[in-house]
């Protein structure tokens, strides 16, 4: 989604939070892109545009923007935090081998909390689903490979232990 310059503004100044070059050009990066991002990838790719950016003032603006709800972090394989701006209700798909994060926008699922067997003595704040398996370029690249291995041992080897 293109955001503009003047969203980004409402947006910071609704949370009360002061608008920078930096911070906006971050955020803007992520709230552009679908492809949940590491702080890292987002580092490299605002530094061209903000040379004198540094990986610190990334970590920091990330952090300051998940504490008032404008991105939230996405961590599945406990290595590395990638980040999503896009903090409506959604779900994921996950790839198991080239590990890209695929949004899904489903209202059936954000029901599933109504239909749960939930104790009425826990507060649910939010929840999220998650789909485990593989996306049509690993689909695709698994079917080139001459000796392929089973799937099931494929998804051993590259999920990492939390």
Known sequence: MIISQNDIRTRFKAQGLKVTPQRAAIYKALAETTSHPTAEAL?????????MISPNTVYYTLSTLKNVGL???????????????????????????????????DRSLNQIRQKA?????????????????????????????????????????????P
């Not at 580092?43 to 040379?51: E, G, L, S, T, W």
């Not at 939930?118 to 080139?144: M, N, T, W």
């Open 71 to 105: 991105v939230k972090e996405v961590n599945y394989w406990h290595d590395r935090t990638r980040f999503d701006a896009n903090v409506t209700p959604h779900h994921h798909l996950i790839c198991l081998d080239c590990r890209a994060i695929f949004d899904i926008e």
């Open 43 to 51: 580092f490299q790719q605002v530094a061209k545009d903000y040379p």
């Open 117 to 161: 067997k939930i104790p009425k003595d826990f507060q649910v704040l939010s929840h999220q689903v998650e789909f485990y398996g593989y996306c049509s370029s690993c689909q695709k690249a698994q079917a080139r490979q001459p000796s392929s291995s089973s799937r099931h041992s494929h998804i051993q080897s590259t999920r990492r232990k």
